[in-house]
């Protein structure tokens, strides 16, 4: 099942002399459950097209489908609902609340959305990425690699139909980098969790079931690794 379709996906930054062109006609798909590493030097546009694949940054021209949504179809409203509820996003630098425990961080988005927390779900989240001793603490109070697993927490909770992770390793250490890369697989396999993840690291890039690079706005290789 295609869980993820762009169409033609351009973005251009800028008009006349100083235009830029950070995507350049993209066009791929993803399956449900798969794990896709995007990588490609600075500037090559993969940060643009995360963001543009969660709904944060419009594209000039092109469609972005997801679980069959025309997303970009959607006004601002509707689309800030429909990325709460179905686009988890992973960022380098956690983007946790600092005043907001653990268990409140990531249940954030169920409680922005009115909707009732399972328990259930949130103690096999919270078990999964062993942080069971450490729910009422706030993000100070925790690791960098402590307050990454937060993040995945928040980005799952809401079972979306896909997850983008922005460099999630790329503020730790190889140890941290390690762990938070087994969980986020672990995340993939047992939920079945759809993974998209921009990294610059070639070791974590292989890691997933396919890597597409993106040079100069377009993507240059597009293969399958397992």
Do not use: C, W
Not at 52 to 68: A, Q
Not at 96 to 121: A, F, M, Q, S, W
């Amino acid at each position: 099942m295609k869980i993820l379709k762009v169409e033609h996906l351009s973005k251009i930054y800028g008009k006349g002399e100083t235009q830029v062109k950070a995507l350049d006609d993209v066009s791929f798909e993803v399956e449900k459950g798969e794990f896709v590493a995007i990588i490609g030097p600075s500037g090559s546009g993969k940060s643009t097209l995360l963001h543009t694949l969660g709904g944060v940054d419009r594209p000039t021209s092109g469609k972005v489908l997801i679980d069959g949504e025309d997303i970009y179809a959607l006004n601002n409203d509707k689309l800030a609902i429909f990325r709460r509820r179905q686009i988890g996003l992973i960022y380098q630098f956690y983007n946790l609340i600092p005043i907001l425990n653990v268990e409140e961080n990531i249940t954030l988005p169920l409680l922005l959305d009115g909707k009732e927390v399972d328990p259930k779900r949130l103690d096999e989240i919270i078990d999964t990425l062993g942080l069971k001793g450490r729910i009422k603490h706030l993000p100070n109070q925790l690791s960098g690699g402590q307050q990454q697993r937060v993040s995945i927490g928040r980005s799952l909770i809401n079972n979306p139909a896909i997850i983008l992770a922005d460099e999630p390793t790329g503020n730790l250490d190889s140890k941290n980098s390690k762990e938070i890369l087994d969980l986020l697989k672990f995340s993939n396999k047992k939920y079945n969790q759809t993974l998209i993840m921009i990294t610059h690291d070639q070791n974590i890039a292989l890691e997933a079931d396919r890597i597409i690079t993106i040079e100069d706005g377009k993507i240059s290789k597009d293969e399958k690794i397992r």
